[in-house]
């Protein structure tokens, strides 16, 4: 799902780093270090740019953001790269009073995020999420099933994608950590309506042997990152090995687009989050979404 973050920790995670390779001529490379923050910071102007975030605005320290029509915390959140003092968060609370959401504030994990998270839970927040980001290094790919897999380059086949990705996310599913699709259908019909099939996000359907579609995914591109979303399953297909295929199919892709980084996130402990453990992803950090109810 969607992740926010503003600036780097300037204590509050400094440490936590990661490095990937940036190729800007032959046989000249630079080395980037970004902290955890910088990189979901980045991940975030990917969203705004592809129309899946409206509003993407700053109040003092802290990065806010919000989707028109999704209300859901991981499109309306305010993200923190150091705690805010009362007066910030004072004005952040004004300010999806304002839009008419409940405030939530979204940050990395870290030893030292541990005092405000005292501090939320005592002003009236609870944990809503808790998620892990996973990467994986030196791929090996798998091309069982590469044949039954589309690209969606239609909204005829965008509607195909969004019937399976929705008859995958249901609710009270124990596989889903997310429950139904809901709005956020309606945010992947206005960014391809927007942009089209596009090399920064591209969303492809898995058919089975009957051509009939089993399960979808996207990869988006950027900045030498390549990043897997969307995946999902209907459950009479699940255990059939469909979405180790869109994963192969997805890092395959990432490399061939030259990317350094291939990723993904999900809830901790949850089914995708032991899938991926199996398939070979480790753990890079983790994030919290505190929010508040009215």
Sequence with gaps: MAVFAKNPYCGFNVLRRFHFITEIAPLCVIIKIMNHDQFLKLFQK???????????????NVQVVSADLDNSIWWNNAS??????????????DYFRFINRPPVFYFVESPNSQPFEQLLASSGYHQDSYEVWMQIKNPQINTTKFS???????????EIFIRTIDQGYGADDPDNPYGESGPYLDQIRKSFNLHGPR??????????????????GSLTNYHHIG?????????????????????????????????????????VD?????????????????????????
Excluded: W
Excluded at 51 to 58: A, E, F, P, R, V
Excluded at 80 to 92: L, Y
Excluded at 236 to 262: K, W
């Design 46 to 60: 990917t969203l705004f740019d592809l129309s899946y975030l409206d509003t993407l605005k700053t109040i003092d």
């Design 80 to 93: 923190i790269a150091q705690p805010p003092n009362d007066e910030t968060i004072a004005k952040v609370e």
């Design 148 to 158: 039954q897999i589309k690209k969606v380059e239609t909204t005829e086949d965008l």
């Design 199 to 216: 090399d920064i996000i591209s969303y492809y359907i898995l058919f089975d042997e009957h051509a009939q579609p089993v399960s979808v």
């Design 227 to 267: 990043y897997i979303s969307n995946l999902a399953t209907i459950p009479s297909q699940r255990g059939r090995g469909n979405s180790y295929a869109l994963l192969n199919y997805f890092l395959h892709l990432s490399l061939e687009n030259h990317n350094h980084l291939h990723c993904l996130s999900t809830e």
């Design 270 to 294: 949850s089914h995708p989050h032991r899938i991926y453990q199996r398939f070979g992803f480790t753990e890079m950090f983790r994030a919290k979404y505190y929010s508040k109810t009215p």
